[in-house]
């Protein structure tokens, strides 16, 4: 029951309140990775829409944007993100048709938090204030919170919707104006959010989206002079180059980059909710997702018995078609992602890990990019399987011996997203919390998102926080007023 039959009109490139086409004319066609056929055509945006963006940004910034009142702000983003929930059913399709992720997690998931970005972030737009600051009798000292101009976003393949909603939302609600770059295998959320911004009344140029590939449009806006700061979402290996081309503008930069975040499952844990987090913590998202709790540590003394459920839990969760309401595995983003993950379980075969359950690819109805949900057991932490992102739905799960072991084998990675804890154990659980290095730590949950929560990494997973009043923060700067009144 692929829903393919009814037409996705193409996407064009918003700029300075219009769709437009590239100026070179060129489109590329986006995917369903779940049939393999083609959903639309998509304009490719180039160096040259490159420019034109961030000039109509840059002139949307020093003109109607920032002579708006705040409250006219809040009003508009408010609107944005009611125009999202009035369109949800066409955004979670269109979501599911381009990235392959089950429409049950567009739907339900995804729409909320796009959709209560703009809501939450449209009140911050009215409360960004600055001190006032004792200093001298003879001065009136006080700071401004601005924004810092025009914000550059490229964001990923995984949530494109949600990290439509992530960026563009603050840097908005804080003043600025945006260009915002989607991947381009997942296009045509960000172009139709692109356009609600349009209907929802933010003037022209304000908020830009121009899909294209990362070499060209990406890099193009990574390099142009008329961006102050750079937001970005993938994988570290794009993200440390983007950071060495933004010293050469001194952009302002956040890196939100990749993860192999632990999920520790203590002896004393309520164990069905910790299996049933361990199952959702890897498998939501088809385990292409940031923070997914991709290490499972579980203590040696109930590991054997943890892992014969956890294999019988994951043999039950089938892929379908994503488009099916009771689909909760959809299909890998594309092809070269379903084989990077297929070559990542052959490494842990040979590594030494044991497949308990999947482990292959699993077309449905003969065609797509679906990997079986899989479990690795038997593994170490010194494994390629155990230290290196995979994306997909592949389980790592290695034993550990008490707390000092759990906490150490957790750290003993490159990365520092997320982490997860179980135990019924409240001391233990704060203090597992504090020696975590990650920038989230969920406790007896895992995989749970809210706008007014930062969210970021520390070590290789970045730096910077989207999100919460700390993301906000990050789209403004400070400036220092010194007023002489004697
Ligand atoms: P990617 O790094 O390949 O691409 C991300 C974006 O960067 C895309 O829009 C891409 O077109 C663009 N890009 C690629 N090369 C570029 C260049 N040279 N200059 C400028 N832009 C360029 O990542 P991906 O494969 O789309 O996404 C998966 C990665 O994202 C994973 O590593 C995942 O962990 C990470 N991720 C992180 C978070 C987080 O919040 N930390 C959230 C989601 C995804």
Redesign the pocket.
Known sequence: MSDTIAPVRPARLIINGEAVDAASGRTFTTTNPATGEPITEVAEAGVEDVDRAVRAARAAFEGPWSRMKASDRQRLLTKLGDLVLENADELARLETLDNGKPIFESRQVDIGMVAGCFHYFAGWATKLTGETIPVSPAFFNYTLREPVGVVGA??????PMI?VGWKAAPALAAGNTVVL?????TPLTAVRIGELALEAGLPPGVFNVLPG???VA??A??RHPGVDKLT????????R??MH?CANTLKKVTL????KSPNIVFADADLDAALRGATTGIFYGKG????AGSRLLVERSIYDDFVAKLAERASKLVPMDPMDPKCRLGALVNEKQMNTVLSYIETGVKEGATVVAGGKRAPVNGKGTFVQATVLANATNAMRVAQE?I?GPVLTVIPFEGEDDAVAQANDVFYG?AAGVWTKDVKKAHRVARRLQAGTVWVNMYNFYDPAMP???VKG??FGR?LGAEGLLGYTQTKSVWVSIE
């Open positions: 490229i964001i990923p393949w995984n949530f990290m770059k989607p991947a381009a295998e590939p990362g070499s990406g890099a806006l990574v970005f979402t993938g994988s570290t290996e794009v993200g180059g983007i081309e939100e980059l990749g993860g292409e997702v940031c923070a992102e994306f997203l969210f970021g990494g997973s970045g989207d």
